[in-house]
Structure formats: structure tokens, C-alpha cells
């Protein structure tokens, strides 16, 4: 049955644009209820945007959730499969404050996961489909991309402790070098001991402009395989010409405990923050119980309703 374009708003186009990508790209549609037990939630609360979640108690006594998430819904609902790569993509609404409206709001959202045997092709192509997602939303865009294992090395290099290591690295992610600064100073650290750190963070480019300064500050720390990933990783959107597109830059920070590898964002004309994010969340999966590696990312479809004039992408929908 053919969808009528002419009954639906631009968000609404967009998400049907952005599922006949992903299901053209070989990804199966995952669907979800509205709850899961909220112990889900409670136990993975740093991965989550935010950690305000809207509660019910069901019928039989058992703590509830609407759902504020999907990505951890997808791994509990799989199972270890070795050899093999699901690739999962949904279109689904969500249950959190939004970062436009500062109150809870049900939020269109929609994504990919790759799950099981992923290897570099696979989260470069990752990334391209990223591109390409962001491509449907505006016609200029900027896929941001940084290596959470390059940069744990040079903040490590700062310092042993921990809670200072958290401290720099929420300054990273608020690009606040004067942040930084002020930890040494506090915590007795030799500013020298940040300037390899402050170099990286000064990084930002094309890969191709990028790429050759960046191997000379990891000279001698032991990252040449997280460099050859990297290299292989960029490849793919590279290589279908999207170099002009594509940002390195280290100051793109999440969570430590759940992120791992390649991490990327997505920013459009228009809207000053990120519309998508994504990366590889392999320690995600260790921590539930699984040994697949992952990769995925979110189309944030709320914060595109910040732009005042969203172009319509309405190519010929087949509904599934």
C-alpha cells in the first residue's frame, strides 16, 4: 500500500526517507513496546542522555519504564550469535526530556545497530550511512569523528587518578582548555604534562589535513594500531568521495565505560547541536553479558524541529 505524502508533516516524510535508506542498505526493522522494567535503565544509567526516566508501577508490583532508550532494548532482546552480523534499524519514539523544550516529551527517533562479528569495513560503513542520513535531513552537514582510544591515551598521560581523568575529560567535551588548566594547577600537574593533550584537542579538519599531524603527536605512545583503525575506519566515506565532509576532532567525548573505538556526530545548518551520534559501544555489550562487538548510531528527529524551514524528502514510500 502507497503512503500519501500530502498527510504527513516534514518530520514524519523524514523518518519514512530514513527507514527506506536503512532497509535498502540490508538492515532489519527491530519493533519495540512503549516499557521495559526499569531495572534495565537503572543499571545502564550513565549510557542514557539523561538519567530522568518517567516510572510506573504495573500490575503485578513490577517497577516500569517508558522507554527513554532502544539501543539497550536491542541487545537484551538478542542473543549471541558467533560468526554472524544482525543489522538492526528501527523507527521508534522515545521517552525523555528534550533538549529544546527542557521537559519530558515523546521524541521520533530513528537509527541503525551492528551487532555481532563487526569488523573496520563494517563501522566505516557505519559511518557512511551516517553521511548519508544526514544528507536527507539538510543539504550541508558535517559528520564529526574522534577516537575515544587515541584520546583515553593522552589524558591517561595526564594524570593516574580517576576522578581528575573524569574531570578533564567533561573539559574536553565542553572544549574548555582553561578547564584544563585549572585541574593541573589544583591538582600540582605540570601544564607540560596537558600540552600533548591540548595539541590534540587543537585538531581539527578534513582527514586528509588532519591524518598526518595526528600521527605525529601519537609518535612513540604505543597507538599505532588505533591509528590503522582509524585510517581504515575513514576510509569508506573517503573513499565515496565524502572526505569534505567528514571532521576529525577529539574533543567529541561519551562515556568511557560503555564507548570504545570510533565515536561520531552529526551537525546540520541550522541546528547548533548534534542531530546524530553514534560509535562503537563493544564495552556496552561486555557489561550486558555479551561478547559481540556493536556499532550504531541515532538520528535525534526532535531537533529538527528547530529549523524553521525543513526541507521535505519524500521519495516513493512503500509502507512495510
Not at 550513565?46 to 526516566?53: A, G, K, P, Q, R
Not at 532482546?77 to 529544546?100: A, F, H, M, W
Not at 587543537?202 to 601519537?218: A, H, I, Q
Not at 565524502?242 to 570510533?262: A, E, H, I, P, T
Amino acid at each position: 500500500m502507497k503512503l500519501d505524502p500530502s498527510i504527513l508533516d516534514d518530520t514524519e516524510k523524514l523518518n519514512l526517507a530514513l527507514r527506506s535508506l536503512y532497509l535498502r542498505h540490508g538492515f532489519t526493522r527491530f519493533r519495540m513496546g512503549k516499557f521495559e522494567k526499569y531495572d534495565l535503565y537503572m543499571q545502564n544509567k550513565d549510557f542514557l542522555i539523561s538519567d530522568n526516566i518517567i516510572t510506573f508501577t504495573d500490575t503485578n508490583g513490577v517497577l516500569m519504564a517508558l522507554k527513554p532508550d532502544v539501543t539497550l532494548s536491542i541487545i537484551k532482546s538478542r542473543r549471541d550469535v558467533p560468526g554472524t552480523l544482525q543489522k538492526i534499524c528501527y523507527n521508534e519514539n522515545v521517552y525523555r526530556v528534550s533538549k529544546g523544550a527542557g521537559c519530558f516529551r515523546e521524541l521520533m527517533q530513528a537509527g541503525v545497530e551492528c551487532i555481532g562479528s563487526v569488523d573496520e569495513r563494517c563501522v566505516g560503513e557505519t559511518l557512511l550511512l551516517a553521511a548519508e542520513s544526514l544528507a536527507l535531513c539538510a543539504p550541508e552537514y558535517v559528520l564529526s569523528v574522534s577516537h575515544l582510544d587515541i584520546l583515553r591515551s593522552f589524558v591517561e598521560s595526564v594524570s593516574d587518578s580517576a576522578s581528575v581523568r573524569r574531570r578533564i575529560l567533561k573539559c574536553v567535551s565542553e572544549k574548555n582548555l582553561h578547564g584544563i588548566s585549572g585541574i593541573c594547577r589544583d591538582e600540582g600537574i605540570a601544564w607540560s604534562k596537558a600540552e600533548a593533550l591540548r595539541a590534540l584537542l587543537g585538531l581539527y579538519g578534513t582527514p586528509e589535513s588532519v591524518m598526518p599531524r595526528l600521527r605525529e603527536l601519537c609518535a612513540g605512545r604505543a597507538l599505532d594500531a588505533e591509528l590503522a583503525h582509524l585510517d581504515s575506519v575513514l576510509s569508506v566515506p573517503l573513499g565515496a568521495g565524502l572526505g569534505g565532509r567528514v571532521r576529525l576532532d577529539f574533543s567529541s567525548v561519551s562515556n568511557m565505560n560503555y564507548y570504545n573505538g570510533v565515536l561520531f556526530k552529526g551537525f546540520i545548518e541550522g541546528v547548533p547541536d548534534s542531530v546524530l551520534s553514534g560509535g562503537q559501544y563493544d564495552k556496552l555489550m561486555r557489561r550486558m553479558g555479551s561478547r559481540s562487538n556493536a556499532v550504531g548510531f541515532a538520528v535525534y528527529l526532535d531537533m529538527l524541529e528547530r529549523l524553521s524551514d525543513m526541507e521535505a524528502v519524500v521519495p516513493a514510500f512503500a509502507e512495510e
